[in-house]
């Protein structure tokens, strides 16, 4: 990724239309600084174009409508007055959905400013006399075409325009799954196979072509009583996942949570991701959202905690428990990493700085971690950092333990500091200061996990070929092998053992709600939520947009149901 050379002029509201309030990017080229070379300025142009999915991917961002709307994330009040936030996070899991959830329009905001920062390099790129240019411009094509496959999935609505100065043309459906493929293949024949995965690569918009196909039933009559996957979709799914595989550039990784450790750059299974390089000040919200207030997993930040966030629900645990019984869900090595040897060997209370790292995965039970007294960390006779349990001190109640408890829910009970089971999927930044800053792990997109299983599920869905989907699934669950033993081949498959095997592999990835909405599993019931409605399975329009376009009537119409 390229440092971001630029100035944003930002105003919130539907700057797609003229007339509507702007937020407009005046970016710094070999007009508008001196000093420049071409090349330093067909940079400038495009760095823009990638800034915002940082933001987009936010916890509280994309994050939430993909994770807290299904059964993987729950967020109570936490002790009953926490992440109360006017309810928006109970709206959100419960599928009560309004127009005015600063959630929604944040993310909406923050997807069309990326389209906005798309068709300015698009018109911008091709004055440019570097040679760069050409692949840049069609790395800014395809991220626009992939801003408008966020619209698409969140809003069932795309914006269609080239020329800056026009009013967007708005298209749904089919005509919109129409248009994001076709941009998405213009953009390929001119983007390059090796390039960092923050960038769009030649693979990477395979993978996004294999997604696109693999939904467009979906997107195409999202609110079908049941959706019409066609041969020729799936076919299509299996091209571009055959193309990725074949281009043998790509390996599953041997620890799965390498994957989402801070140096994660260098990858070979990620396709493409988020750029979140600690000097970029990306964010690292994903690994302290979840976390404990009183889990303190730097020895040399005592202010960086985490924040009693969401939980995953009894209903999603309860697929990895009822899988592995009579097993514990914990042998599967997807599910929980120990790092903190205390868990199995009680005597194991000091550990050296360097090399104390918390726990990963799915964390249950009593935690133990660094006590902090007085603003500093308890230490050993010998200088290494004391561990033991873990009680709410930062909540004022000394005596409650820091218990994750399978419930979790709206009552009082289940809605207590320690209440349900948290999640530490992503490392948390070893450079972080507060637990909210200096994000260094590279948030997933598509990586190659995920492209065996469209695989297999496109097998299933043109002609249910089981064997051949049953073989992508095991070659994805045998090559976690770093801590034996992998997880053990299956011996079936169906479309409700792959719709399981995603939420094993994928689970907190934000893919969790395309996935329900797919398999038709939206409309279920779990934990607090029992809503069938199926129009909820878009969001509303943000009502700030509605109105910034209210000079044009008719122009940009309300999802049905709101």
Do not use: C
């Given at each position: 990724m390229y440092k971001s050379i630029f100035v944003r002029i930002a105003c919130i509201g539907l700057f797609f239309t003229a007339g509507c309030t702007k937020l407009s990017e005046k970016v710094l080229d070999e007009s508008s600084a001196t000093g420049l070379?071409?090349?330093?300025?067909?940079?400038?142009?495009?760095?823009?174009?990638?800034?915002?999915?940082?933001?987009?991917?936010?916890?509280?961002?994309?994050?939430?409508?993909?994770?807290?709307?299904?059964?993987?994330?729950?967020?109570?009040?936490?002790?009953?007055?926490?992440?109360?936030?006017?309810?928006?996070?109970?709206?959100?899991?419960?599928?009560n959905f309004t127009t005015t959830d600063p959630n929604q329009r944040n993310t909406w905001n923050l997807i069309l400013t990326g389209l906005s920062r798309s068709i300015?390099?698009?018109?911008?790129?091709?004055?440019?006399?570097?040679?760069?240019?050409?692949?840049?411009?069609?790395?800014?094509?395809?991220?626009?075409?992939?801003?408008c496959l966020l619209s698409l999935d969140l809003f069932g609505i795309v914006f269609v325009k080239n020329d800056p100065s026009e009013v967007s043309k708005i298209i749904r459906g089919k005509e919109a799954v129409e248009y994001i493929k076709s941009e998405l293949l213009a953009a390929e024949p001119n983007?390059?196979?090796?390039?960092?995965?923050?960038?769009?690569?030649?693979?990477?918009?395979?993978?996004?072509?294999?997604?696109?196909?693999?939904?467009?039933?979906?997107?195409?009559?999202?609110?079908?009583?049941?959706?019409?996957f066609s041969g020729e979709d799936m076919d299509k799914v299996t091209e571009y996942c055959n193309k990725i595989i074949a281009t043998n550039k790509y390996q599953l990784a041997s620890e799965f949570f390498s994957l989402f450790d801070d140096n994660n750059d260098s990858s070979k299974e990620i396709i493409f991701a988020v750029d979140q390089r600690a000097d970029l000040n990306g964010h690292n919200r994903l690994a302290y959202f979840s976390l404990s207030g009183d889990q303190f997993p730097l020895p040399q930040y005592v202010n960086a905690n985490g924040t009693d966030g969401p939980a995953i629900t009894s209903d999603y645990y309860r697929t990895w428990a009822n899988a592995y019984a009579p097993q514990d869900p914990g042998t599967d090595p997807r599910f929980y990493k120990e790092n903190l040897r205390i868990y199995s060997n009680s005597n194991d209370t000091c550990v050296p700085a360097a090399s104390f790292s918390i726990n990963r995965g799915i964390l249950r039970g009593q935690q133990y971690g660094l006590i902090r007294r007085n603003g500093v960390f308890l230490k050993c006779a010998d200088g290494s950092m004391?561990?033991?349990?873990?009680?709410?001190?930062?909540?004022?109640?000394?005596?409650?333990?820091?218990?994750?408890?399978?419930?979790?829910?709206?009552?009082?009970?289940?809605?207590?500091?320690?209440?349900?089971?948290?999640?530490?999927?992503?490392?948390?930044s070893k450079k972080s200061e507060s637990g909210r800053n200096f994000g260094e792990a590279n948030i997933v997109i598509l990586r190659l996990a995920d492209i065996y299983l469209m695989r297999a599920e496109a097998k299933l869905r043109k002609n249910n070929d089981a064997a051949a989907a049953l073989a992508d699934v095991n070659l994805v669950r045998a090559a976690r092998t770093a801590r034996p033993p992998a997880p053990p081949a299956l011996t079936a498959m169906n479309l409700d053992l792959l719709y399981r095997e995603r939420g094993f592999e994928l689970y907190w990835e934000m893919l969790r709600?395309?996935?329900?909405?797919?398999?038709?599993?939206?409309?279920?019931?779990?934990?607090?939520?029992?809503?069938?409605?199926?129009?909820?399975?878009?969001?509303?329009?943000?009502?700030?947009?509605?109105?910034?376009?209210?000079?044009?009537?008719?122009?940009?119409?309300?999802n049905p149901g709101y």
């Open positions: 070379t071409d090349k330093q300025a067909a940079e400038g142009i495009i760095a823009p174009v990638y800034a915002q999915l940082p933001g987009i991917f936010t916890h509280t961002n994309y994050f939430a409508l993909q994770e807290i709307s299904t059964d993987e994330a729950i967020l109570p009040y936490r002790g009953g007055t926490d992440w109360g936030d006017n309810g928006i996070y109970i709206a959100m899991h419960t599928h300015t390099a698009i018109n911008a790129l091709p004055t440019n006399a570097d040679p760069s240019s050409k692949t840049f411009l069609a790395e800014a094509k395809a991220m626009r075409a992939y801003y983007l390059e196979m090796d390039v960092t995965h923050g960038r769009m690569s030649k693979p990477a918009v395979w993978g996004l072509l294999a997604r696109l196909y693999l939904n467009n039933a979906v997107y195409s009559n999202v609110y079908a009583n049941q959706f019409s004391k561990v033991g349990p873990l009680y709410h001190d930062t909540r004022n109640r000394p005596t409650l333990p820091v218990i994750f408890t399978e419930q979790v829910d709206y009552t009082t009970a289940g809605s207590n500091y320690p209440s349900g089971y948290r999640v530490e999927k992503y490392e948390f709600r395309t996935d329900m909405i797919r398999f038709n599993k939206y409309e279920d019931s779990w934990t607090e939520k029992s809503d069938k409605n199926v129009q909820k399975r878009i969001f509303p329009i943000p009502q700030t947009a509605i109105d910034g376009a209210s000079n044009l009537p008719g122009y940009l119409v309300q």
